[in-house]
């Protein structure tokens, strides 16, 4: 189990999530192995062209502002599968096959044999009220749990880890309980036990490195 690191006001927690989204979006970028700066990113979300960008890229980073601006808008409602999914469609729109629904077909992920099962939606709902309305987990241990749950499991045709890392920081704000967000510092290591996840499924080890190094706060 692990313990909330922050303990923040609905006030602070919003003031947290406002300072760092733009950091956040440039983390998801960062997980897909985007070559996207921070710089680059920023200027983006205020609106600027930069030149030299893949139009792709930058597609990427606008789904993601309209990701967090509906979380920001809508902190404080219940998390429920048709939630998670409006955070899909809006973080994979014109990048999937579809984008919203479970996948109804087969995946890979690369750098791994590990082949994520088709969904079953019955079995996804239960398993996503099993881990958010766990009345016994801290916010943190819903956040890092819904994270690792959702980027092994693929239950998109894609964006799962960009989706996975926006529910978890819902689950962080609506607590007060900080902020998840690799930095450049560790996305090298973060790569490495993400990959030793998908083979094995033992989450132990990528849960504790998140949750030392990955977990942001307000020092009071």
């Known amino acids: 189990m692990f313990r909330d690191r922050f ?26 192995n985007r070559a996207v700066t921070f710089p680059q990113t920023k200027t983006i979300l205020n609106g600027v062209n930069v030149p030299n960008v893949h139009l792709d890229d930058i597609q990427a980073i606008l789904n993601m502002r309209d ?11 219940p998390i429920t599968f048709a939630y998670w999914c409006k955070l899909n469609e809006l973080i994979a729109r014109n990048e999937a096959l579809e984008w919203g ?27 996503l009220q099993n881990i958010t309305q766990n009345h016994l987990a801290s916010a943190t241990d819903k ?13 998109f045709w894609d964006g799962n880890k960009r989706t996975s890392l926006t529910l978890a920081n819902k689950i962080l704000v609506m607590a007060g309980a900080g902020i998840l967000t690799i930095t450049d510092q560790y996305m090298e290591q973060f790569n490495t036990l993400l990959l030793d ?24």
């Open 197 to 220: 996840y998908y083979n094995t499924g033992e989450s132990d080890t990528l849960k504790n490195f998140l949750y030392e190094n990955a977990i942001q706060g307000i020092q009071l």
């Open 67 to 77: 990701a967090w601006k509906y979380l920001l808008h809508t902190v404080e409602e």
């Open 7 to 32: 303990d923040l006001t609905p006030e602070q927690s919003m003031f947290l999530a406002k300072k760092k989204w733009d950091e956040n979006v440039y983390c998801s970028m960062r997980m897909e």
């Open 143 to 155: 956040a890092l749990e819904v994270f690792v749950w959702g980027a092994r499991g693929q239950f």
């Open 101 to 127: 629904k479970l996948r109804t077909g087969s995946v890979s992920i690369s750098g791994t044999d590990y082949l994520p099962p088709v969904p079953e939606r019955e079995k996804t709902i239960q398993e």
